[in-house]
């Protein structure tokens, strides 16, 4: 009965691994182009941002690297990700190929290939309107500015002294200094210009050069991967003598950035004819979207799943079996004494250095279904304990044997006692589903983030977020009563 039970909730999990890896498979058919997927933010206009029009995929690198697919003959798959993330992406074999303004220094090229610069642009500090104190790299010296903390700014910023807080996104990071939050922000000229001019915000100013250095940008590869770096450089090579880098360079910029010296930057900023109605109302589809096949589908398997780990558990603990107990005692200390975070990021990004690759959605699964499953487990069995002992004597005087009597007598009234703090682990479980977005699941909040992004509309987009949480939560909450009272029938 246990085993069948396994197998039923698990089989969810294996079927989408199965659908995930079909394309996969056909893609690697002999006639089939090579699938590249392409890691990309999608929150950092106008390089890569989805356009608000259109929902699609668009920005200066995502043209660019179509382009070179063109070329080359890739079949293209954009997989977004958080930008802190993305590197881990690439070293997992999540991704093949970056495309995300990454800049080149020295660092990076230890560990990864290059192909030829498709852009040329310098750092600028940015700070409030009103300050008067910062205009050079020496000036950040004691300050604090926000960051992403992989990006080639972190380290500027670092470098001149500066106390840097992390963020994922340069959007963030203007918000903070809008806020007064930070002294600066150290990024690429083209992105605070895009940011200005879609804000039109008068809070913050450009106050000088991050340096007189030139950042070249090409697209990121493994080191492993040089067939596709050199059909890369060769493509590049190709966009750039017929003019069609040119071309694209000026269609966001007013100027060509794939030469280093470019000229003046223009850009006309990537949301400045929308009301926040307007924006709510081009938004809320595409969120209701990441609810549909993100959040719910990740909280009802992980549920489910979680709740059969969290029975065997609460029976091995159960046991007088040490060969069960034990693992048990381990399995529940370990994911109770572990951030959500480090376990989403241990099975997502840290099994394939050992062969275990997952899909996106199915890791997601696992660790959400685990981390239940732990918590569950100690629920469980305190119900259990909780049934008096005369029921189990009961039972066993009327000939019943230890299944029968946990099956018959003893589950049925622990699960009604546990319905209330299972309850709460469910509500919980839908609320870190948000977490998924750092392996690459688009869920709700990553929709308000790439929306948020564009728009600037912090406050309006995750309180709307929030508004969709709520209401999930809910709705979950009113079944609790109804089940309490249909559980309540075995109790004694």
């Known amino acids: ?57 668009t920005g200066y690198d995502i043209e660019v690297v179509k382009a070179v697919a063109k070329k080359t003959g890739w079949q293209l798959k954009f997989v977004q990700s958080q930008f802190d993330a993305i590197f881990a992406a690439l070293d997992a074999k999540r991704i093949d190929v970056i495309a995300n303004q990454i800049t080149i220094n020295p660092e990076r090229q230890a560990r990864y290939l290059f192909s030829t610069p498709y852009t040329y642009s310098h750092g600028v500090i940015v700070t409030a309107a009103d300050n008067k104190d910062i205009h050079s790299l020496k000036d950040l010296r004691g300050k604090t500015t926000a960051q992403s903390a992989t990006s080639n700014w972190y380290e500027v910023a670092k470098e001149a002294g500066a106390k840097v807080e992390n963020v994922e996104q340069f959007a963030q990071a203007a918000a903070l200094l809008d806020q007064g939050r930070v002294d600066a922000v150290v990024n690429d000229n083209i992105a605070v210009l895009d940011y200005l001019a879609s804000t039109g915000s008068t809070k913050v100013k450009i106050a000088g050069n991050a340096g007189s250095d030139v950042g070249k940008q090409a697209l990121t590869f493994r080191k492993t991967d040089t067939t596709l770096q050199q059909q890369a450089d060769k493509a590049l090579a190709q966009l750039r003598s017929d003019g069609t880098l040119k071309k694209i360079s000026e269609k966001y910029f007013k100027a060509d950035v794939s030469v280093e010296k470019s000229g003046t930057v223009s850009v006309k900023g990537s949301d400045t004819q929308r009301s926040r109605w307007e924006v709510l109302r081009h938004e809320a589809w595409p969120m209701l979207w990441g609810v549909i096949r993100g959040t719910i589908p990740l909280t009802a398997i992980s549920f489910v799943v979680g709740l059969a780990l969290g029975l065997a558990a609460a029976l091995a603990r159960l046991s007088r079996s040490r060969l069960l107990d034990l693992p048990a005692r381990v399995y529940i200390s370990v994911i109770r004494g572990t951030p959500l975070l480090v376990q989403l990021f241990v099975v997502f990004y840290g099994l394939p250095e050992v062969g275990v690759k997952l899909n996106s959605y199915v890791a997601a699964c696992l660790a959400l279904s685990l981390n239940v499953g732990g918590y569950a487990a100690e629920t469980i069995r305190a119900s259990i304990l909780s049934v008096p002992r005369g029921q189990f004597e009961a039972a066993t005087t009327i000939g019943m044997d230890y299944r029968q009597t946990m099956r018959r007598v003893v589950l049925p009234q622990a699960a009604r006692i546990a319905v209330p703090p299972l309850s709460n682990e469910l509500l919980s479980l839908i609320k870190d589903t948000s977490l998924a977005s750092v392996v690459l699941v688009p869920e709700l909040l990553r929709e308000a983030t790439v929306a948020a992004s564009v728009s600037g509309q912090y406050l309006l987009l995750y309180a709307f977020a929030a508004l969709y949480y709520w209401v999930i939560c809910f709705l979950v909450s009113r079944a609790q009563p109804p089940l309490e009272r249909r559980l309540g029938r075995y109790v004694a």
């Open 1 to 57: 009965m246990a085993r069948r039970l396994v197998l039923l909730v698990l089989a969810p999990v294996l079927l989408l691994g199965a659908y995930s890896a079909a394309p996969a498979q056909a893609a690697r058919t002999a006639d089939a182009p090579p699938v590249v997927r392409v890691g990309t933010e999608g929150t950092y206009p106008p390089f890569t941002y989805v356009d608000p029009r259109t929902n699609q995929l």
